[in-house]
């Protein structure tokens, strides 16, 4: 892995000779690697071992999304803010589902760092919700899905937030919804 600074160096040194191609009169060579100098400059932004964790996680792969994360030795030197968050955006996911105070730790750094898609950091949100509904602060629960719903413009979360809101439903009434069977099938 290359650092953000040595992307950048290596991109202009492309580009200082491509400019050298093209006053030497060989057009091609200089649209080639200013092509080439294009991947440097795309992979400043966007890092090549998230982009690899990502198609991990597309099949489900989480020990290999692990092992493509674990290349990235300091994230904060490493990769763009953004890129940082998408960095622990991914490792919140991965181990939401073993560890719930190691998530929410992850999905809140991922937050206060910034996604650049809403419908990632609404669901980031949505796993926050979903957190603090599990550790009983129903009103941060609350706020978080609301602020999720909100995000989610191309309704690509709407089952899941419903049901999020349903689940909150049907846990501030579980007495009353099974108690009331309970006595129509008492008198019958």
């Given at each position: 892995?290359?650092?953000?600074?040595?992307?950048?160096?290596?991109?202009?040194?492309i580009?200082?000779?491509?400019?050298?191609?093209?006053?030497e009169?060989?057009?091609?060579?200089?649209i080639?690697?200013?092509?080439?100098?294009?991947?440097?400059?795309?992979?400043?932004?966007?890092?090549?071992?998230?982009?690899?964790?990502?198609?991990?996680?597309?099949?489900?792969?989480?020990?290999g999304a692990?092992?493509?994360?674990?290349?990235?030795?300091?994230?904060?030197?490493?990769?763009?803010?953004?890129?940082?968050?998408?960095?622990?955006?991914?490792?919140?996911?991965?181990?939401?589902?073993?560890?719930?105070?190691e998530?929410?730790?992850?999905?809140?750094?991922?937050?206060?760092?910034?996604?650049?898609?809403?419908?990632?950091?609404?669901?980031?949100?949505?796993?926050?919700?979903?957190?603090?509904?599990?550790?009983?602060?129903?009103?941060?629960?609350?706020?978080?899905l609301?602020?999720?719903?909100?995000?989610?413009?191309?309704?690509?979360?709407?089952?899941?937030?419903?049901?999020?809101?349903?689940?909150?439903k049907?846990?501030?009434?579980?007495?009353?919804?099974?108690?009331?069977?309970?006595?129509?099938?008492?008198?019958?």
């Amino acid at each position: 892995m290359y650092n953000k600074i040595i992307k950048l160096i290596i991109a202009f040194g492309i580009i200082g000779y491509a400019v050298y191609q093209f006053v030497e009169g060989n057009i091609g060579n200089g649209i080639m690697f200013i092509l080439l100098s294009l991947i440097f400059i795309f992979l400043y932004f966007k890092n090549e071992f998230i982009l690899l964790a990502f198609l991990r996680l597309r099949k489900q792969d989480f020990v290999g999304a692990k092992k493509w994360l674990d290349m990235i030795k300091n994230p904060s030197s490493a990769l763009v803010k953004k890129q940082e968050g998408y960095y622990y955006y991914l490792h919140g996911i991965m181990v939401s589902q073993t560890n719930m105070n190691e998530a929410e730790k992850h999905f809140k750094k991922a937050i206060s760092l910034g996604l650049s898609m809403d419908h990632d950091l609404a669901m980031a949100k949505l796993n926050l919700a979903g957190i603090a509904f599990s550790k009983r602060r129903k009103v941060e629960a609350k706020l978080l899905l609301s602020e999720a719903q909100k995000l989610d413009k191309r309704n690509m979360l709407s089952d899941q937030i419903k049901m999020m809101k349903d689940n909150m439903k049907r846990a501030q009434m579980p007495n009353q919804h099974y108690g009331g069977q309970n006595q129509q099938r008492g008198r019958r």
